[in-house]
């Protein structure tokens, strides 16, 4: 099928190479190439602008969630004498962070790895002789990033 529209489409080609002067036709042929790549062109960075929009779009709902996200950890972490109820909040905490990861939110590591000022906001440092140079030793709040984009950084205590 396909074979059969690209060889009528040379048919018309070579009608209009013998209807239009040869000088004319190339003009136009290289005018119709020029336009094709422009619109190809449009066509990406259209699609990439909108990528963009999408993931700014996205990061700013989702920072404005993350607080929430803190206080259910806080709140499972919390010790009671209902089973049930830490059980709940167990699960809509579990319910929460899957929807994130879905949209592609991901936590930022700390504990263990070197610091680095993209990811992380140093809000004090110790000395400690087991931990390496710029090695983060404590985490005060979570940060979070979707793909390279960070949406919150993490607050860490550095070591050394």
Known sequence: ????????????????????????YEELDDRYKRILAEFENFKKRSSKERDGLYNSILSDVVEVMLPVLDNLENAAKVETQDEEYKKGVELVLKQFQDVLASKGVEEIKTI?????????????????????EKEIAQEYRKGYKIGNRVIRHSMVVVAN
């Open 1 to 24: 099928m396909a074979e059969k529209e690209n060889l009528e489409e040379k048919e018309k080609k070579e009608e209009l190479k013998d209807m239009v002067p040869k000088q004319d």
């Open 112 to 132: 263990g790895e070197t610091f680095d000022p993209e990811l992380h906001e140093a809000v004090s440092s110790i000395q400690d002789e087991n931990l390496g």
